[in-house]
């Protein structure tokens, strides 16, 4: 099981190159088309609103899944949590407990995380959008981690990748008011991805 997915480690340290248009619907808010910035990495390229706050984090990283990048309209803490775990031998390691980086988003505010997944035997869902070229699938039944945020609406997006069993996963935490355009600025982001060739 280590070996399946010893590529979605290697992703880290790849290059990443940009190739297929999105077919997300566009969105037609006014503040969806505000001054932007560019994110590049891990084979995904996107454009998101200029006031967002980007962050990463190098050891938000499980067998199955590692954050690409968390972005948000209010101010981000480290996720993680960690621990010396001593051995044996008087030796040690450090280990990392990870969580949301944002605690509680206050009115208006939103959260928005981009992570690559990978499980055997995954199960594509039933595709209901396209995003980067590729058939993916949109949800957006409230999720209790948002809840847990204060949000009040999520947003889930899975776009399959080229590397069997594994995919990107976007999610977003919306709290109210101001969905409508929140919602048309996550719609801006996802017309937007380009996904590189083999990823």
């Known amino acids: 099981m280590i070996a399946r997915f010893a590529a979605l480690a290697a992703v880290i340290v790849l290059a990443a190159g940009c190739t297929s248009a999105a077919g997300h619907a566009p969105a037609a ?19 998101y ?20 990048v968390a972005l948000s309209t209010t101010s981000q803490q480290d996720p993680c949590v960690r621990s010396l775990v001593l051995g044996a031998g008087g030796g040690g390691k450090v280990k990392s407990i990870c969580h949301q980086p944002v605690a509680l988003l206050p009115p ?10 990978g499980f055997p035997h995954w199960h594509k869902p039933v595709p209901s959008v396209i995003v980067g070229g590729r058939p993916a699938s949109e949800t957006f039944a409230m999720a209790s981690w948002c809840k847990d945020l204060g949000g009040t609406k999520t947003i889930t997006v899975m776009i399959p990748r080229s590397l069997p069993d ?34």
């Open 29 to 47: 808010s006014s503040s969806a088309r505000a001054a932007s910035a560019r994110f590049n990495e891990a084979g995904l390229t996107f454009r």
């Open 166 to 199: 594994n995919w990107y996963q976007m999610d977003a935490c919306l709290r109210g008011p101001g969905l409508r355009d929140a919602t048309a600025q996550v719609d801006a982001m996802l017309n937007s991805v380009r996904i590189a060739h083999g990823w």
């Open 49 to 68: 609103p200029a006031g967002w706050q980007a962050a990463k984090w190098s050891d938000d990283i499980s067998p199955y899944s590692w954050m690409i």
């Open 108 to 117: 208006g505010r939103m959260l928005v995380t981009w992570t690559a997944q």
